[in-house]
């Protein structure tokens, strides 16, 4: 397609998935990302795909295991109480080296919470979320566009590295419909030496494992997976800076709250306050880069999130907190006004702490 279409995100997800060469969807129905199995159940009969409704989260991530190890591109999408029941295994699939990609419309919790738009997995996604020493890459977007531009880059990303990645959106961007325009994938899909494809005339077969009894082979394998947790941390960090470059105040926000945050500092510039803004969006790698500079010549930092305060964390530690950094949150499912943003700003500039 090239002229723009008016779509929902959840929708958009689906079919930039489509785009990117998906042609299998395990999942399980649950607010407020349902629009993406309910298009993949449509969409996959029509080119030759498998739709799989699964009996449950847990049934679909192991599924996708089962795909991604066979070779295929494929893909599963929940929000987040369902992204919990297939932590175990995404930490399989991160373990034994497979590429797909992992979609969290994020919902207010903790439990099952509420169906409206949260930023509270932030934790869940960056650190792991299951056990062991593993990382997702986990994209976040901040728009309709980039839920499709993003989706086709997470196929990309989880076969060069051939890890999972995550694509951490909300109920607010899910929900919400702007025009898109779909490209190309922007890679063909890698040829996989390594798929459980049969033996076809080689003599040793493939092997597929995330199971290691003897500790000098698991060791091994770690020591592999953080060599390339630390290419990945090299190479991909992605992110955005507007008007950084005299700001005395820097925003970081990532997702929707990125939007509202933008619409702040341009408020708080009309009023004469030097703001900027951050946006990550890579959250793992989390981008320390601008931030290391950054440190260096603005006053402050303010985090503003959906959340009781996970990623601002993040944000301290990329600081190195050379410079204070603030954070205002809001949770449950509430979403804040370009307004309440603003008199955070001027709280700081203004010599008053944050909440």
Known sequence: MSEKVLMKGNEAIAEAAIIAGCR??????????????????????????TFVQAESEIAA??????????GARTMTSSSSPGISLKQEGISYIAAAELPCVIVN??????????IQPAQSDYFQATKGGGHGDYRNIVLAPNSVQ????????????????????MLLGDGALGQMMEPVEFKTSSTTPVAKPWALTGLRGRKIPNVVNSLFLQPEQLEELNIRLQK???????????????????????????????????????KARQEGMKVGLLRPITLWPFPVQPFAKLAKTTKAFLTLELSAGQM??????????LKPVY?????????PSTEEFYQEIVK????????
């Open 24 to 49: 299998h969807y395990f999942g399980y129905p649950i607010t407020p990302q349902t629009e993406i199995p309910e298009l993949m159940a449509k969409r996959m009969p029509q080119i030759g795909g």
């Open 61 to 70: 991530i192991n599924m996708v295991f089962g795909a991604a190890g066979a």
């Open 105 to 114: 419309i994020v919902r207010g919790g903790p439990g099952l919470g509420g």
């Open 146 to 165: 980039e839920m499709v531009d993003l989706t086709l880059l997470a196929f990309d990303l989880a076969d060069q590295y051939r890890n999972p990645v």
């Open 228 to 266: 390339k947790y630390a290419t990945i941390r090299n190479n991909e960090p992605r992110w955005e800076e507007i008007n950084t470059e005299d700001a005395e105040l820097v925003l970081v926000a990532y997702g929707i709250t990125s939007r509202i945050a933008h619409s702040a500092m341009d």
């Open 312 to 321: 601002v964390e993040d944000v301290m530690l990329a600081t190195k907190q």
């Open 327 to 335: 954070f205002y949150g809001r949770t449950g499912g509430m979403i």
């Open 348 to 355: 700081i500039i203004n010599g008053k702490e944050a909440n």
